[in-house]
C-alpha cells in the first residue's frame, strides 16, 4: 500500500510502523508550498496552489494530511483514496515551580472520508 503524507514535519518510527508499506513524504520543492499556502488567496487560489502536490498524489493507496484547514480541505474533496489524520492525546507534566509542559503522543490515525 503507498502513503503519501501531506504534513509540514515528519512521520515519526511510531506513525511509520502503524502505517507500514511504502511512504512517500513530500519532497523538499513540494513541502515549501504545502506550508506557504496563500493567506489571502480564495479556495480556487488555494487549489491552484496545491496543484502541483495534488499531481505527486495521484498514484496515492492513501493519504495523510493534516496542515492549512483549507488546504486539507482541497484534498479531501479531490481525494479518490482513505485520507487519514493523525490524532493525538496531550499530556501535561508538572514541574516544581508550577512551570508545565505539553507532550503531545500519538494515538492513531483516522480516516475522515
Known sequence: ????????????????????GEIFELPSELKKLWGQVPPDADYDGVQQHLKPILEWAENADRIVAQGDFTAFAVVLQWAKVPVLVATSKREVIEEDGGKKTAIFKHVRFRQVN
Open 1 to 20: 500500500m503507498k502513503t503519501f503524507v501531506l504534513l509540514n514535519h515528519t512521520l515519526t518510527e511510531e506513525q511509520k510502523t502503524e502505517l507500514g
